[in-house]
């Protein structure tokens, strides 16, 4: 579902900027900042690398179980 927020403009700015960059949408970036900053808020003892090697990996396709012979 999408709603419609109020975001002050030097914050669009400055996602739109970073989004050029990593090659995402202004939303998508806002949206990769929140993920980082609910992860942040919850994990205060994470790194900032180790968050982003988290939601790096949660991008990827799962690769399967390893299967013993």
Do not use: T
């Amino acid at each position: 579902m999408s709603i419609n927020v109020k975001l002050a403009e030097s914050l669009v700015e400055q996602a739109r900027r970073y989004a050029v960059i990593q090659h995402r949408s202004v939303p998508k970036q806002i949206e990769y900042w929140s993920q980082i900053g609910k992860i942040a808020e919850e994990n205060p003892d994470l790194p900032f690398s180790m968050i982003r090697d988290i939601l790096i990996a949660d991008q990827e396709d799962p690769v399967g179980e390893y299967v013993f012979n």
